[in-house]
Nanobody, 121 residues
Framework: QVQLVESGGGLVQAGGSLRVSCTAS????????MGWYRQAPGKQRELVAL???????NYADSVKGRFTISRDNARNTVALQMNSLKPEDTAVYYC???????????????WGQGTQVTVTS
């Protein structure tokens, strides 16, 4: 059994900052990558930031220079520092991991439950 649990999020004024984190737990052999996605009402879920175990990162163009993703491989934790927040950043933020469960040779995708981020103008 594997699960991803997010924490953080909340309400902040435009220009403010928030930090969300996600921890993967359970029978995990290795995590290939972890990332953050977001979904606003009426919109498709989109990639915000992604990081691999080797430290390679990928950001959506809309958040480059404002958001920073970091990962603690030993703790199976990924965090997203969100600075200079804009109202258009308002969404439910979901943690996603591609990982190999213990005693498996196949990679599976797991999603967290989501955490709300609201940015007021």
């Amino acid at each position: 059994q594997v699960q991803l649990v997010e924490s953080g999020g909340g309400l902040v004024q435009a220009g403010g900052s928030l930090r969300v984190s996600c921890t993967a737990s359970g029978s995990i052999y290795s995590i290939i990558d972890m990332g953050w996605y977001r979904q606003a009402p009426g919109k498709q879920r989109e990639l915000v930031a992604l990081t691999t175990s080797g430290g390679i990162t990928n950001y959506a163009d809309s958040v480059k220079g404002r958001f920073t993703i970091s990962r603690d491989n030993a703790r199976n934790t990924v965090a997203l520092q969100m600075n200079s927040l804009k109202p258009e950043d308002t969404a439910v933020y979901y943690c996603k991991a591609n990982l190999v469960p213990t005693r498996s040779s196949v990679t599976f995708q797991y999603w967290g439950q989501g955490t709300q981020v609201t940015v007021t103008s």
